[in-house]
Nanobody
Framework: QVQVAESRGGLVQAGESLRLSCAAS????????GDWYRQARGKQREWVAT???????NYAGSVEGRFTISRDNAKGTVYLQMNSLKPEDTAVYYC?????????WGPGTQVTVSS
């Protein structure tokens, strides 16, 4: 059974950086697509970034130039490097991976950015 788990987030100050990781285990094949989403309190979940199996990346406009998504296929891991964090980046961040047509979600991790 595939399981997805994000690393612990944390509390940082505005302007600081934080890296999240997401490990997908229990699959015999690597994931095709990895994504990060986030959900702020009282708001709908929003897409943040995507990386394909060929390494093509896409970002939401609100994080473009500040966040970087990457992957390590050997480790079955997706990363999200977040720089120049802003208070509006505060949210629960979710990792999701697509494996052979099925999408798997992690439980989410809280990131809080103080001003």
């Amino acid at each position: 059974q595939v399981q997805v788990a994000e690393s612990r987030g944390g509390l940082v100050q505005a302007g600081e950086s934080l890296r999240l990781s997401c490990a997908a285990s229990g699959s015999t094949v690597s994931f095709n697509v990895g994504d990060w989403y986030r959900q702020a309190r009282g708001k709908q979940r929003e897409w943040v970034a995507t990386i394909t199996n060929s390494g093509i990346t896409n970002y939401a406009g609100s994080v473009e130039g500040r966040f970087t998504i990457s992957r390590d296929n050997a480790k079955g891991t997706v990363y999200l490097q977040m720089n120049s964090l802003k208070p509006e980046d505060t949210a629960v961040y979710y990792c999701t991976v697509l494996i052979q047509g099925t999408r798997y979600w992690g439980p989410g991790t809280q990131v809080t950015v103080s001003s």
